[in-house]
Protein backbone atom coordinates (compact mmCIF):
# COMPACT_ATOMS: atom_id res chain seq x y z
CA UNK A 1 0.00 0.00 0.00
CA UNK A 2 2.96 2.76 0.59
CA UNK A 3 3.71 2.45 -3.14
CA UNK A 4 0.45 3.70 -4.13
CA UNK A 5 0.98 6.59 -1.74
CA UNK A 6 4.47 7.36 -3.63
CA UNK A 7 3.08 7.04 -6.83
CA UNK A 8 2.96 10.26 -8.99
CA UNK A 9 2.23 10.78 -12.29
CA UNK A 10 5.57 12.53 -12.62
CA UNK A 11 7.38 9.59 -11.86
CA UNK A 12 6.18 8.39 -15.08
CA UNK A 13 7.01 10.95 -17.26
CA UNK A 14 10.68 10.93 -18.53
CA UNK A 15 13.08 14.04 -19.54
CA UNK A 16 12.47 15.91 -23.29
CA UNK A 17 15.92 14.96 -24.90
CA UNK A 18 17.32 16.92 -28.18
CA UNK A 19 15.93 13.75 -30.05
CA UNK A 20 12.37 14.37 -28.74
CA UNK A 21 12.65 17.75 -29.64
CA UNK A 22 13.54 17.27 -32.94
CA UNK A 23 11.20 14.45 -33.78
CA UNK A 24 8.33 16.04 -32.69
CA UNK A 25 9.05 19.17 -34.79
CA UNK A 26 9.62 17.02 -37.37
CA UNK A 27 5.92 15.49 -37.05
CA UNK A 28 4.56 18.73 -36.68
CA UNK A 29 6.35 20.43 -39.64
CA UNK A 30 5.22 16.87 -41.84
CA UNK A 31 1.75 17.67 -40.79
CA UNK A 32 1.34 20.80 -41.78
CA UNK A 33 2.84 20.21 -45.29
CA UNK A 34 0.43 17.57 -45.79
CA UNK A 35 -2.63 20.00 -44.85
CA UNK A 36 -1.22 22.60 -46.95
CA UNK A 37 -0.68 20.17 -50.00
CA UNK A 38 -4.33 19.00 -50.24
CA UNK A 39 -5.48 22.47 -49.72
CA UNK A 40 -3.18 23.64 -52.53
CA UNK A 41 -5.33 20.73 -54.58
CA UNK A 42 -8.54 21.65 -53.62
CA UNK A 43 -7.87 24.81 -54.80
CA UNK A 44 -6.64 24.37 -58.05
CA UNK A 45 -9.45 22.09 -58.63
CA UNK A 46 -11.96 25.21 -57.42
CA UNK A 47 -9.80 27.37 -60.13
CA UNK A 48 -9.72 24.96 -63.12
CA UNK A 49 -13.60 25.02 -62.58
CA UNK A 50 -13.89 28.98 -62.43
CA UNK A 51 -11.93 29.24 -65.54
CA UNK A 52 -13.99 26.76 -67.30
CA UNK A 53 -17.10 28.73 -65.89
CA UNK A 54 -15.18 31.83 -67.51
CA UNK A 55 -14.35 30.24 -70.62
CA UNK A 56 -17.81 28.92 -71.63
CA UNK A 57 -19.43 32.36 -71.17
CA UNK A 58 -16.61 34.51 -72.82
CA UNK A 59 -17.71 36.78 -75.50
CA UNK A 60 -15.77 39.72 -78.14
CA UNK A 61 -16.47 42.92 -77.31
CA UNK A 62 -15.26 46.25 -79.01
CA UNK A 63 -14.73 48.93 -75.92
CA UNK A 64 -12.84 52.21 -75.00
CA UNK A 65 -11.51 52.15 -71.97
CA UNK A 66 -11.74 55.75 -70.01
CA UNK A 67 -9.74 54.91 -66.75
CA UNK A 68 -8.07 52.46 -64.93
CA UNK A 69 -6.95 52.49 -61.25
CA UNK A 70 -6.58 49.53 -58.43
CA UNK A 71 -8.67 49.88 -55.49
CA UNK A 72 -10.96 48.05 -53.10
CA UNK A 73 -14.13 46.73 -54.25
CA UNK A 74 -16.19 49.22 -51.86
CA UNK A 75 -14.74 52.16 -53.42
CA UNK A 76 -15.92 51.32 -57.16
CA UNK A 77 -19.24 52.34 -58.59
CA UNK A 78 -20.44 48.40 -59.19
CA UNK A 79 -24.16 47.63 -58.53
CA UNK A 80 -25.44 46.87 -55.32
CA UNK A 81 -26.39 43.35 -56.84
CA UNK A 82 -22.49 42.44 -57.81
CA UNK A 83 -21.38 44.60 -54.49
CA UNK A 84 -23.51 41.78 -52.13
CA UNK A 85 -22.07 38.82 -54.03
CA UNK A 86 -18.72 39.48 -53.71
CA UNK A 87 -17.20 37.35 -50.36
CA UNK A 88 -16.15 39.51 -47.33
CA UNK A 89 -12.69 38.43 -47.79
CA UNK A 90 -12.68 40.55 -51.26
CA UNK A 91 -13.96 43.33 -50.35
CA UNK A 92 -10.93 43.86 -48.17
CA UNK A 93 -8.56 43.06 -50.80
CA UNK A 94 -7.11 46.06 -53.56
CA UNK A 95 -8.55 44.97 -57.10
CA UNK A 96 -7.67 45.91 -60.56
CA UNK A 97 -10.58 47.73 -62.72
CA UNK A 98 -11.13 49.28 -65.96
CA UNK A 99 -13.76 51.73 -66.62
CA UNK A 100 -15.01 51.46 -70.24
CA UNK A 101 -17.44 52.13 -72.76
CA UNK A 102 -19.37 49.37 -74.18
CA UNK A 103 -21.72 50.39 -76.75
CA UNK A 104 -23.57 53.41 -75.11
CA UNK A 105 -23.28 52.16 -71.60
CA UNK A 106 -20.28 52.92 -69.22
CA UNK A 107 -19.12 49.65 -66.91
CA UNK A 108 -16.83 48.77 -64.60
CA UNK A 109 -14.57 45.62 -65.60
CA UNK A 110 -12.35 43.51 -63.37
CA UNK A 111 -9.24 41.78 -64.70
CA UNK A 112 -5.95 40.54 -63.72
CA UNK A 113 -2.36 42.51 -62.88
CA UNK A 114 -1.14 41.67 -66.56
CA UNK A 115 -4.44 42.38 -68.57
CA UNK A 116 -4.47 45.85 -66.39
CA UNK A 117 -1.38 46.53 -67.35
CA UNK A 118 -0.99 45.91 -70.99
CA UNK A 119 -4.32 47.46 -71.47
CA UNK A 120 -4.04 50.85 -72.74
CA UNK A 121 -5.82 54.02 -71.77
CA UNK A 122 -8.39 56.40 -74.29
CA UNK A 123 -8.21 53.53 -76.67
CA UNK A 124 -10.87 51.51 -78.54
CA UNK A 125 -9.64 47.68 -78.05
CA UNK A 126 -11.29 44.22 -79.53
CA UNK A 127 -11.69 42.83 -75.50
CA UNK A 128 -12.43 39.02 -74.35
CA UNK A 129 -15.39 39.72 -71.76
CA UNK A 130 -17.01 37.12 -69.38
CA UNK A 131 -20.28 39.06 -67.29
CA UNK A 132 -18.34 41.93 -65.56
CA UNK A 133 -14.52 40.33 -66.16
CA UNK A 134 -12.20 41.18 -68.27
CA UNK A 135 -10.43 38.19 -69.58
CA UNK A 136 -8.01 39.46 -71.99
CA UNK A 137 -7.85 41.90 -75.48
CA UNK A 138 -6.76 41.55 -79.01
CA UNK A 139 -5.45 43.32 -81.36
CA UNK A 140 -2.65 45.32 -79.81
CA UNK A 141 0.78 44.44 -78.51
CA UNK A 142 1.57 43.21 -74.48
CA UNK A 143 3.40 45.13 -72.20
CA UNK A 144 6.53 42.68 -72.72
CA UNK A 145 6.19 43.32 -76.33
CA UNK A 146 6.36 46.92 -75.61
CA UNK A 147 8.64 46.93 -73.14
CA UNK A 148 10.89 44.68 -75.89
CA UNK A 149 10.71 46.97 -78.32
CA UNK A 150 11.71 50.11 -76.35
CA UNK A 151 14.60 48.17 -75.69
CA UNK A 152 15.56 47.12 -79.09
CA UNK A 153 14.42 50.97 -79.90
CA UNK A 154 17.67 51.96 -77.19
CA UNK A 155 20.11 49.36 -78.07
CA UNK A 156 19.69 50.61 -82.19
CA UNK A 157 19.95 54.25 -81.53
CA UNK A 158 23.29 53.38 -78.79
CA UNK A 159 24.38 51.63 -82.24
CA UNK A 160 23.62 54.64 -84.72
CA UNK A 161 25.30 56.94 -82.34
CA UNK A 162 28.55 54.62 -81.90
CA UNK A 163 28.65 54.62 -85.69
CA UNK A 164 28.40 58.41 -86.51
CA UNK A 165 31.29 58.80 -84.22
CA UNK A 166 33.24 56.98 -85.84
Do not use: H
Not at 2 to 22: C, H, I, K, Q
Not at 57 to 81: E, F, G, Q
Not at 98 to 114: F, S
Not at 127 to 148: H, R, T
Amino acid sequence: MDLFYNFSPVMLAREWTVLDGMLLAGIIIVLIVCALYFLNRAAYKKMDEQQALIDSTKMSATIYVIDKKRDKITNINLPKAAQDQIPAYAKLMKMYFVKAKIGPQIVTLMCDKNVFNAVPLKKNIKAQISGMYLVDFVGLKSAEQMKQEKKEKKKNAKEKAKSEKK
